[in-house]
Nanobody
Framework: QVQLVESGGGLVQAGGSLRLSCAAS????????MGWFRQAPGKEREFVAG????????SYANSVKGRFTISRDNAKNTVYLQMNNLNAEDTAVYYC??????????????????WGQGTQVTVSS
């Protein structure tokens, strides 16, 4: 079993930045792909970003390309999401995900086996 705990969410003004962290425990995740999803009120949960085992390959939703950066530190069993130039449409609960497959770019929520509890990000305009 893998436990994922997100941190770093909060309230930020439009144009600002936040860095989310996700610490994994229970098992080393160096051979797990990891990623982030988000869910805004009244909307479906959507893929934000994914990263391969080594961190050498990444994938992003079109809505966040050029603004968000996903990275990982396997020595710390942690994945990060740097979010820049935030806008009101980025307001959502952000979930960290992990999976033992190689499908780091999968936008289907059913691909991802492990989920964190989520952290709220609110962008004020």
């Amino acid at each position: 079993q893998v436990q994922l705990v997100e941190s770093g969410g909060g309230l930020v003004q439009a144009g600002g930045s936040l860095r989310l962290s996700c610490a994994a425990s229970g098992r080393t995740v160096s051979r797990y792909v990891m990623g982030w999803f988000r869910q805004a009120p009244g909307k479906e949960r959507e893929f934000v970003a994914g990263i391969s085992w080594s961190g050498g390959s990444t994938s992003y939703a079109n809505s966040v390309k050029g603004r968000f950066t996903i990275s990982r530190d396997n020595a710390k069993n942690t994945v990060y999401l740097q979010m820049n130039n935030l806008n009101a449409e980025d307001t959502a609960v952000y979930y960290c995900v992990a999976d033992p497959s190689s499908y780091y770019s999968s936008s289907s929520r059913y691909t991802w086996e492990y989920w964190g509890q989520g952290t709220q990000v609110t962008v004020s305009s």
